[in-house]
């Protein structure tokens, strides 16, 4: 047939050897037809310009007789379209694209796999194009028709086809590093696309990971692309046989991945791939047809970036390369992909054209202009080292060794040459054991070295969503002087925040960053809003804590989750987890509501220390916990939100109910160690510490937050029971006997020894000052070495949250752990000097004192109780009116005692309904109302209704009450106190 009757073009593809035919205006409505879509898609209709072989000639010793293309006699079907005067097979002449009014069908649609052994069922979409196609206009395809989201990172993997070269050591790691780098962020893969070697590993492994890594109930999607060639792929005759049949073509072809040994250089297609491209150069067999479409895809994609739906351009993409061995093919792809600016990754250890290239690297001298050249006593061990690992078997059986020595001086050592003038691009990652490097890190540097992340990209916001803070480190933050001057700080910042990337964080503030002048309350804001979307607990915590009046929610129900939170709602649940208010915001100053978003805190990292307890972030809240200006009060306050989270789960997700407890008694842990470090360190400055009033919680000290939150550990720890101790005797210094003593006879009380508090604390600091003195007098000026009570005051009072936290965990576990029930007393003094303070103020020091009060209390009530128990004994039944006085007396002592309970009631600072809860739920109060109520019952019976038998019997139940009653003292003697704790556990 004359080709130029038909007004053809003639275009030869040196890469694919195919003649490509074309006519110049076909018309719309054959390409409908011959793409079977809607003439909409028209479009796309020169990507399925396949070739075919026009002329039939068999290869000399072929046993099944097939043609130089690949194919037998039958598959040759366009043989009418050999041009004349073609009579040998030539692949610029024998291969060509047939044009109208013979069209090939275009094979194109969906796989669905079905494995042998595993019987599952995938589906994937595919379409067989030409080797020349076009491939901005393949990528506007995947687009368009395959609705491909645009990637924020592309990993191409060439090589790796061979699998007996690879062990399972190096398997792993390439499978860990590759996982790592593309699941941070919703990434593309580009593979080979078949079932065997690394590709398969790496395309199984993604498919686990998938299933695994949910981001905000959003599957971070791993997109794996297939490229291969038409000819290599198994079943591909029955594919082209499928999907060219008119009835069978729009329905998805059941493809089978056969397991076992399939022909050389035949391959099934894995089924963990999202889609395939598979390149058709008119040859079976032929492997390689879709390298320049892949290079062409990968250059537009790292440059105008992959275009959306509505054909708009997109921006460029962070694209790198990683070699896993490969053929002689590879020096030319690895070539045009570093002319191209893209990085590449060489996987060093594993043979074939990466191993031949480091090497090439490794024997070469710098050039002067940034490149290199290869030594040229060195080219002979290069030219041995291809021939041994990177030919085929085939071309070594069939070729003698100087057309060997031809292909290796054509076709790879020019190109080998050009790599070595792109050597900024390279990195060498080594598959030893002995290397502790990563892929995934190795891949981040390499990338930015790109040419895309320097001009499109910032490193830095790079490395964080690669969760990479070494690379960031030592290859961004290691150039610059000035972090906080950074535009895109604070977003970044924002944003490792929200992810729980703690090592970022610390990152950062290392490198200057205040925390201070970021922390504002709209960030503070945002971040617990940010919690809620993705932290199923807190949000329906807020939403119960938030939910409107009944009036309110006849209207239509909103998702928890997209409800926007202040600070105040927060503030109202930190108070309903801790009953601590100002936990979550500061009070206002008069400002307006712009001001207030823009007002910063005091503490910002006890704010966010809070904010990650309530997010579920352990780690993040650790570290916030060890910059905090009060880490003993911020661990009770958070221990006791942990118990508080963990007590209101519901079913389905009580699972976490342990891990929330564990997370309490840690921070138990931690404030127990501080404070005991503290008390070893200095006794009157720790004490002090648990009892002066937080500024962040204001009107509460860490006594009264661990007493509220049932934290008895840290109650049982030697400095909050001296404190006690010291509050409890009110600044007497003198034994029990002596107290009573002076109870009996006030005017003993000039003899007792008083000191204040200010005053005892102004005489122990002088005292320690006048011993510091005499220290130094006796040793010089040398200063003793600090042991570890000095230690611990150091790391306490520094911002180091890293190895002095380890040091101060160290210290605070070789603690002994006190008794919960001792007792503590103050040294006894010798020769104690004359005490001169005023006997008024001594009195009402005396009287004052808990340890004086309780005594007279416990007189009180004693007294109280002979006397009731000698009524009850001494009523005689003939003459009931003869004890009238004594029952007034005893009416009157129980309304008083009654007022007392009504004061304490009333006193406390809470709602009516917790005060009551509170009162309530000690079964002292309630044995109190109990024998008081029965006093009153038991007379007005008696004497108003003059049942005297009732009253008897209910003054009886009233002695058994009051005797009970006596037991309450034992809690304040350290001899009956363990007595009263076994006969509750009997």
């Not at 194109?108 to 020349?132: H, M, P, R, T, Y």
Request: with cysteine; net charge neutral; charged share 25%.
């Amino acid at each position: 047939m004359d080709l130029s009757d038909n007004n053809r073009d003639s275009v030869y593809s040196a890469t694919s050897g195919v003649h490509y035919v074309q006519k110049r205006a076909p018309s719309k409505s054959n390409l409908g037809g011959r793409l079977g879509r809607d003439p909409v898609q028209e479009e796309f209709s020169q990507l399925f310009d396949r070739p075919v072989c026009v002329l039939f000639e068999p290869v000399e010793g072929d046993e099944r007789e097939r043609c130089h293309c690949g194919n037998v006699l039958t598959a040759h079907k366009f043989s009418k379209l050999k041009p004349p005067g073609l009579h040998k097979w030539d692949p610029m002449t024998s291969l060509i694209v047939p044009a109208l009014p013979e069209p090939r069908p275009a094979i194109k649609g969906v796989l669905k796999f079905v494995n042998e052994i595993e019987g599952d069922c995938l589906e994937s979409q595919f379409a067989c194009v030409g080797a020349g196609a076009n491939a901005e206009l393949m990528l506007k395809y995947m687009s368009q028709l395959w609705n491909l989201e645009p990637p924020s990172l592309i990993v191409s993997i060439y090589g790796g086809q061979d699998n007996s070269r690879l062990d399972q050591f190096q398997k792993d790691r390439i499978r860990q590093g590759i996982l790592k780098a593309v699941s941070t962020t919703n990434s593309w893969l580009l593979t080979s696309g078949t079932h065997q070697g690394m590709t398969k590993v790496l395309a199984d492994a993604v498919k686990q990971a998938e299933s695994r890594q949910w981001t905000n109930q959003k599957l971070n999607k791993i997109t794996c692309i297939g490229m291969n060639t038409w000819g290599c792929v198994d079943n591909h005759e029955a594919m082209q046989a499928y999907f060219s049949h008119p009835e069978t073509r729009d329905k998805g072809y059941k493809y089978k991945v056969r397991q076992r040994r399939i022909d050389p250089g035949i391959a099934p297609l894995n089924p963990n791939h999202s889609c395939f491209i598979l390149a058709d150069n008119g040859r079976r067999e032929e492997p390689d047809a879709e390298l320049q479409m892949r290079l062409e895809m990968e250059h537009t994609l790292s440059r105008t970036g992959f275009p959306s739906h509505d054909s708009t351009p997109g921006a460029a993409i962070p694209l790198v390369v990683v070699c896993v061995g490969g053929l002689m093919p590879l020096f030319e792809a690895i070539s045009t992909t570093l002319k191209h600016g893209i990085p590449v990754v060489l996987c060093d250890g594993l043979g074939g054209a990466s191993d031949v290239i480091l090497a090439a690297l490794r024997n070469s001298i710098d050039q002067g202009d940034g490149g290199k050249i290869l030594i040229p006593e060195k080219s002979s061990v290069i030219k041995k080292m291809i021939k041994d690992s990177v030919l085929s078997q085939n071309i070594l059986d069939n070729l003698d060794d100087p057309e060997i020595d031809t292909i290796i001086e054509n076709e790879a050592m020019p190109y080998i040459q050009i790599i070595l003038q792109f050597t900024h691009l390279i990195t060498d990652f080594k598959l030893n054991k002995s290397h502790g490097q990563e892929l995934d890190g190795e891949i981040l540097r390499v990338l930015l070295k790109g040419d895309v992340a320097k001009n499109f990209y910032d490193p830095l916001e790079l490395a964080l969503n690669w969760n990479r803070d070494d690379v960031a480190a030592q290859d961004v933050l290691a150039h610059e002087m000035d972090l906080p001057k950074r535009p895109n700080i604070d977003r970044l910042m924002l944003k490792a925040i929200m992810e729980g990337k703690t090592n970022f964080v610390k990152l950062f503030m290392e490198s200057g960053f205040v925390m201070k002048d970021f922390l504002i309350q709209k960030r503070l804001q945002l971040l617990y809003n940010y919690a809620a979307q993705t932290n199923e607990v807190l949000a329906y915590l807020l939403k119960k804590t938030t939910a409107p009046k009944k009036t309110e929610r006849l209207g239509r129900k909103k998702n928890p989750r997209s409800k926007h939170y202040s600070l105040r709602d927060v503030s109202k649940l930190i108070f309903s987890l801790s009953e601590l208010k100002n936990g979550a915001s500061n009070p206002g100053k008069g400002g307006t509501e712009m001001e207030d978003l823009l007002r910063t805190f005091d503490d910002p990292f006890g704010k966010l220390c809070i904010w990650a307890v309530l997010a579920n972030k352990m780690e993040m809240s650790e570290f916030f916990w060890g910059y905090a200006k009060e880490p003993v009060m911020l661990a009770l306050v958070c221990s006791r939100i942990w118990n508080s989270l963990a007590s209101r789960l519901w079913p389905g997700e009580d699972v976490f109910q342990p891990e929330f407890e564990a997370n309490a008694d840690d921070y138990t842990e931690r404030a127990v160690g501080v404070i005991d470090v503290c008390y070893r360190t200095d006794h009157d400055l720790a004490r002090h510490l648990i009892e002066q009033p937080s500024f962040m919680w204001p009107g509460r000290n860490r006594m009264d937050v661990a007493v509220s939150g049932e934290c008895k550990e840290f109650l049982a720890t030697a400095c909050v029971q001296a404190a006690v101790d010291a509050y409890w005797r009110g600044g007497l210094r003198c034994s029990p006997l002596k107290i009573l003593m002076c109870l009996l006879c006030p005017p003993l009380i000039a003899t007792l020894a008083i000191l204040p508090d200010d005053e005892e604390k102004a005489a122990q600091k002088k005292q320690e000052q006048e011993q510091k003195k005499n220290n130094a007098q006796m040793n010089g000026a040398a200063k003793h070495p600090p042991g570890k009570e000095a230690e611990a005051e150091t790391l306490l009072a520094s911002n180091n949250n890293g190895q002095s936290q380890s040091k101060l965990r160290k210290l605070s576990k070789a603690k002994s752990k006190p008794d919960s029930l001792v007792t503590f007393t103050l040294p006894k003094t010798s020769k104690e000097t004359h005490n001169t303070m005023p006997f008024i103020k001594k009195v009402k020091t005396f009287y004052t004192a808990p340890v004086t009060k309780f005594a007279f209390h416990s007189g009180a009530f004693i007294s109280f109780l002979l006397f009731f128990s000698y009524m009850v004994l001494t009523i005689d039944h003939a003459n009931p009116d003869g004890h009238f006085y004594a029952e007034i007396a005893i009416l009157v002592m129980a309304f008083t005692y009654l007022l007392e309970e009504i004061r304490q009631l009333v006193t406390e600072d809470a709602k009516w309904s917790e005060k009551l809860k509170s009162y309530l739920s000690s079964e002292w109060n309630m044995i109190d109302l109990c024998y008081l109520l029965l006093i009153i019952c038991a007379f007005v019976t008696g004497r108003v209704l003059g049942d005297h038998n009732t009253a008897r019997i209910l003054y009886g139940f009233v002695t058994l009450f009051i005797w009970i009653r006596v037991i309450r003292l034992y809690q304040a003697v350290d001899r009956l106190g363990p007595l009263w704790i076994m006969m509750r556990k009997m």
